[in-house]
């Protein structure tokens, strides 16, 4: 939808009905707009002020007032353009602070344990994944990485596949012959009855516990010796299947 691409772009919602109104119905004064929008007078003015600043609308004055139009939707492209200008600047001066704050050497332990709430949390520690370059084994009961994340699941394979990541996955024996072939994982199964809700990665000296639900919870342990044990309990069940 047009209001939901224009809320990407940082338009709020009273910029976004004054924009598209202008868009519908042409040229119009503040007080007019807001009787047939029905925003407050005030809200009008700062949305239409803030919408020029934009470059996506403009005014001109007649017998002393200001008349508002909005300009073509092409200057939505050149918004667009500016935004990735700024996120490509925002990118580069990123990049050289993540380089100084590597130099810093820290005194204090990282924490042992952590806790990632939601799609964010959860692709941070995707994310990680990829970063470590580690075996991956997982255990899982259904197939809820793929059905949550979507576009993502796929993209972030190919990275996997790229960084020559082997990845391991046991699964019910409900999904044999279904699942996807892909480089560099490998499938084994087991009875429907002894699968587990919570989804288990291992990898390095980490070990994920996803819950999954409509805000998914994620545990991550950074401990070499119960990533170890984990490790043996997968190798052990690995290694009992064909």
Request: glycine content about 4%; cysteine-free; aromatic content about 12%.
């Amino acid at each position: 939808m047009i209001e939901e691409n224009l809320s990407k772009l940082g338009f709020s919602p009273s910029e976004i009905k004054i924009y598209l109104h202008l868009l519908r119905n042409g040229s119009s004064y503040p007080n007019k707009i807001s009787a047939e929008t029905k925003i407050n007078r005030t809200n009008v003015y700062e949305a239409l002020y803030r919408l020029v600043s934009k470059g996506v609308a403009s005014f001109i004055i007649k017998n002393k007032v200001k008349w508002f139009e909005a300009k073509s939707p092409d200057s939505l492209l050149t918004l667009v353009k500016e935004k990735e200008e700024e996120l490509k600047s925002t990118k580069s001066d990123i990049s050289k602070e993540v380089k100084k704050l590597k130099q810093i050497k820290f005194d204090e332990k990282p924490l042992e344990a952590g806790i990632f709430v939601g799609k964010k949390g959860l692709r941070m520690i995707f994310e990680d994944i990829l970063r470590e370059r580690k075996p991956v084994s997982l255990i899982a009961a259904e197939l809820q990485f793929r059905d949550f994340f979507g576009p993502y699941f796929e993209l972030w394979h190919k990275e996997r596949a790229e960084r020559k990541i082997i990845q391991r996955s046991i699964f019910p024996a409900k999904f044999k012959g279904k699942l996807e072939k892909r480089n560099l994982l490998e499938y084994k199964f087991v009875d429907n009855k002894f699968t587990n809700p919570t989804t288990t990665i291992i990898y390095g000296n980490s070990v994920i516990f996803i819950q999954w639900s409509e805000e998914p919870i994620a545990i991550k342990i950074s401990n070499k010796e119960i990533s170890k044990s984990h490790l043996n309990y997968f190798n052990l069940l690995w290694d009992s299947k064909q």
